[in-house]
């Protein structure tokens, strides 16, 4: 195995877990997820020969996956997603089966992609605001609104209602 191709196999090692956790938050299902990641490294692979600083390879690979992921859906309008099929976030170490953690699953699709997808970089990739601003196309300052709206939304979502009290 040459250099390269020692390079991307440490990079498939490294990042297929995140890049999956990913994927799943913006498909929605498992297949679907699985196919951008390939998809995602595939794209990675014709480009090896092109100059990559191995510590921005990860910040390289999350953009190829969500412009795959465009590719795939460009005419879907992700507000439209049908919210009984919420994205299956993987944590190491944890439960991931389907019944596990469902409000939370229902609580990320219905978010505007616009909300979610900052928060699972964030939260998945471990991306800083810049990073994510890159990655998204827009500034460190609407990143940082989107993240506030989106946790104030999680919150507002996952509150459990009040008691109410029967007023006679």
């Not at 879907?76 to 944590?91: K, L, N, V, W, Y």
Request: hydrophobic share 35%.
């Amino acid at each position: 195995m040459n250099a390269t191709e020692q390079r991307f196999a440490q990079w498939v090692d490294e990042f297929s877990h995140e890049l999956y956790g990913y994927a799943l938050g913006l498909c929605h299902t498992r297949h679907q997820a699985e196919d951008l990641v390939q998809k995602t490294y595939l794209r990675a692979w014709r480009s090896i020969d092109q100059p990559h600083e191995p510590e921005t390879a990860r910040a390289w690979l999350y953009g190829i996956l969500r412009r795959e992921h465009a590719r795939l859906h460009p005419r879907q309008r992700p507000e439209c997603r049908d919210p009984t099929h919420p994205p299956e976030i993987p944590a190491p170490g944890r439960d991931t089966r389907p019944e596990a953690h469902p409000l939370l699953r229902q609580a990320l699709a219905a978010l505007a992609v616009e909300y979610r997808e900052p928060l699972l970089l964030q939260v998945i990739g471990g991306f800083r605001y810049d990073e994510i601003g890159d990655l998204l196309g827009v500034s460190s300052s609407v990143v940082m609104t989107r993240l506030y709206r989106a946790r104030q939304r999680l919150r507002r979502i996952l509150a459990p209602e009040p008691a109410r009290v029967n007023e006679q």
